[in-house]
């Protein structure tokens, strides 16, 4: 499935919701589900710069396509790296380079988010994406 | 079961200060936040609007009426802050633009002075940042080292190894009122006077003792108090060092400038007497009589119907929240304020907030300013409700209701 795909589907996932408490159970749900980051991967210089709360990221490049893990100490960010991750795994580096996340407003999580997700959110983007633009300018 | 004695006045008291009355997320707003910044009652934001729109213009300068007119209101309030700490002089008064600045300007000054190589200055495991890194950024400068008194798991210093870190090169101590994460009040006078008995002088960070209860310097014998207004119901940008004269005197100032000076010439400058000598530049005046309305206010209040009111709900507020299965408690000192410090379960103190706030409670996530707490206790940091005089008991029940429906969201 492409970027585009998966984040149509998320969006269509959370037309169910009515309320933002089911929202976030469900975020809930999915962030404990998340399988947690190796242990030898929780290092200081894996830890994402600027989030308030400890995030570890990690990625492999593979035939062509990157892969992330990802970890955070908070429940409620590890529901949004699951979301991430879904979209962006596996993905060709120059499509998560180009890809442009509207299911962010599309499912009401901006105007629920304090600046505390907001900033970590936008900060675990901005690492998946730098990491994409590392590999693509890699192959050329 | 706790009873409430209280015939303190809440209900009207919270109609002093306008922004306590709103809804965030359709929730009446509960502000558990004041250690981080207290809301202003009504009649400091008039004055202040009211010196803006009437009285405005530059102290210290009066040839013409205003500016006369605001140099005696700034000194008066210089005078209100003198008699609310029970200072000696006027002069031992001086006006920075809160605690951290009042650090800084003693650990530079008196570090200039009476700091050399190899010289000991004592804090504790307990400090908030700004009274840890001026005396270390002072010792990287001078050579000196930084001792350090630890607590025991309550929270509560120990001053037997105080006593054994005193030495001959001790040359200062720099110890918090009250704890900002823990809410332990410590036994400052106690510090003062085992210091003293060795002939080293005691800076006291006041941010979070001053609006909890009276401070009298004299009493306490302190040689530095540091205190910020925003944190007692005052304005932002506006705090006081208070210091012995004796030590005032003997420092340099911190910065140059305007207002500082006796008279300037390029070989030479000569200073200013106190305490102009530490207020370089346009002060913060309006600041100063804005923080001078505070005190009337708490005068008014009386800090020890706060401090028995703030008594009551710390007792309520911690067997309420203690009787929650799977919170911890950090800081459970004999002696503590209304500072609640603590986790649910396994859950990171962000998720907490996250959702406290999603039900209109105001409440600060992660270390406070105190990595070394949290270093000590091995966690990243807690959720602290930080109650005020304004707070209620039945805020603190809506809390307890609110830290179990979020209990029942993450099973």
Redesign the interface.
Known sequence: MTINEIQEEIIKEFEKFNTWQEKYNYLIKIGKNLPPLDEKYKTEENLIKGCQVKTWFHSTFKDGKLFFEIDSLSLIVRGIIALLIRIFSGQKPEDIKNASLDFVKKIGLEENFSPFKENSLFKIVNRIKSEAELYESRKD | MFKKKNRFNVKKIRKDFPLLNQKIYQHPLIYFDNAATTQKPKVVIDLIDKLYSEKNSNVHRGIHYLSEKMTEMYEEARIKVQKFINAKYPHEIIFTKGTTESINLVAFSFGEKFIKEGDEIIVSEMEHHSNIVPWQMLCQRKGAKLKIIPFNDNGELLLEEYKKLISPKTKIVAIVHVSNSLGTINPIKEIVKIAHQNNIPVLIDGAQGIQHQKVDVKDIDCDFYAFSGHKMYGPNGIGVLYGKEKWLEEMPPYQGGGDMIKEVTFEKTTYAELPFKFEAGTPNYIGAIGLGAAIDYLNNIGLENIQNYEKELKEYGMAKLSSIEGLKIYGTAKDKTCIFSFLLDN??P??TG??L??MGIAVRV?HHCTHPIWHHYKV?GSVRASLAFYNTFEEIDYLVKALKEIKK??I
């Open positions: 859950l990171s962000y998720d996250f959702f706030d999603k992660g990243e969201m993450f």
